[in-house]
Every structure is written in C-alpha cells, then in structure tokens.
T-cell receptor, first 120, second 112 residues
Framework: SAVISQKPSRDICQRGTSLTIQCQVDSQVTMMFWYRQQPGQSLTLIATANQGSEATYESGFVIDKFPISRPNLTFSTLTVSNMSPEDSSIYLC?????????????????FGPGTRLTVL | AQTVTQSQPEMSVQEAETVTLSCTYDTSESDYYLFWYKQPPSRQMILVIRQEAYKQQNATENRFSVNFQKAAKSFSLKISDSQLGDAAMYFCASSGTYKYIFGTGTRLKVLA
C-alpha cells in the first residue's frame, strides 16, 4: 500500500487567483494521477503525471488551467489557475502500485485524502 | 470506451443485515480489473475489494464479497452483517491499460 498526503486539506480562494496543491507519497511511484470530484459527483481524471515527462491531460482539461509538476518519484503538484466558482471541488491525487496475485501482476490505485477547494 | 454505471444513488440497510450494491460496466479490453472503493464522510478513498476479470471465482474480503458476471458485465458488491462504519459512498471502478473509470457512486446508509 501507499501513504499519501495532500496539502492543503482545504482552502477558500478568491476568483481569479491560483492555488497549488501538493501531493506526497511515502514510496517511489512511476504514475501519479490527479482527479476532480465535484460536489455529489464521481471522480473525473484530470491528468496523469509521470516523472520526467509532460503530464497527459484528459479531454476537457488543459495545461494552462491545470499545470502539473512531477519533479521526482514521490511528489507532484497540481495548480488550479485563474480560479472561478466552477472550480470549487475536491481534488484528489492517487498513485498506482503493482502487485502479484499468483503469477499475474496487477495495478491498484491508492488515494490521498483530497483537497477541498471553495472559490468565492 | 469504458463506462461504469451505478443505478442506485442511495441505499439503506439495517445494522447486521445484508445489502447488495449494483454495478454494470462496459469495456473493450480483454484484460481488466474491477474495484469497489469506499469513501466515508472524511473523503479518504479506500479500496474495499478487487476482482481480476480473468478469474471466475468471486473475490471475498471478510464481510465484503462480489458477484462477478462477466458475460452480463455485472459486478455487484454484497456487504454482510452491515455495521454503522460501513456508511459511506461506494464507487465501482474498472481499469484497463492504466486509466480508471469510476461510476457515479451509491450512498449507503446504515440504520441502527
């Protein structure tokens, strides 16, 4: 398993400002993921961040709005830029770890506690 | 494309009783995994149970078990002897190459 921490746990921000969310993992991982969970909704993948390469963004999400850094194998940041009230959401980071079930390998995602963002 | 559908927005169960949460999925991948995640009010997502698609045997973890019907693309979660701590949002998810697709969730209420 993996222990994942996020900072800040919550924040209230003004429209037009930016917030950087940090994600720290207690082990080295190749792939880290950033999700958005809007109130009462499911998780939507924003982007996948691999160390040493540019993040891969999902449809509807762009780097200018959600720049991501991945400086090493245990850390990543997601910035929510030029915020509007529609960006109010919970932002979750997750990591994927592999394991073995018999002779078969599998991958499993572990999630951080999330950052609750409110934009006024 | 992958899709995951949870048709029950909310379910209730009496403490110590059994409840089943439904999930259907669609995928074009031949090798995939299915998951149930629990998200309590504290919002930390916790893996409840995992099922490998190539396995016919249903996964079991203590009071949690799944009914995996591959042909019907159905993956339901059964919680036996429900406890107050089981109250949470439950998300069904599928994963193929690397991307996880989540359902819309089922809120489970446990009545004392």
């Amino acid at each position: 398993s993996a222990v994942i921490s996020q900072k800040p746990s919550r924040d209230i921000c003004q429209r037009g400002t930016s917030l950087t969310i940090q994600c720290q993992v207690d082990s080295q991982v190749t792939m880290m993921f950033w999700y958005r969970q809007q109130p009462g909704q499911s998780l939507t993948l924003i982007a996948t961040a691999n160390q040493g390469s540019e993040a891969t963004y999902e449809s509807g999400f762009v780097i200018d709005k959600f720049p991501i850094s991945r400086p090493n194998l245990t850390f990543s940041t997601l910035t929510v830029s030029n915020m509007s009230p529609e960006d109010s959401s919970i932002y979750l980071c997750s990591v994927e770890l592999g394991g073995l079930a018999g002779s078969r390998s599998y991958n499993e995602q572990f999630f951080g506690p999330g950052t609750r963002l409110t934009v006024l | 494309a992958q899709t995951v559908t949870q048709s029950q927005p909310e379910m209730s169960v009496q403490e110590a009783e059994t409840v089943t949460l439904s999930c259907t999925y669609d995928t074009s991948e031949s090798d995939y995994y299915l998951f149930w995640y629990k998200q309590p009010p504290s919002r930390q997502m916790i893996l409840v149970i995992r099922q490998e698609a190539y396995k016919q045997q249903n996964a079991t973890e203590n009071r949690f078990s799944v009914n995996f019907q591959k042909a019907a693309k159905s993956f339901s979660l059964k919680i036996s002897d429900s406890q107050l701590g089981d109250a949470a949002m439950y998300f069904c998810a599928s994963s193929g190459t690397y991307k996880y697709i989540f359902g819309t969730g089922t809120r489970l209420k446990v009545l004392a």
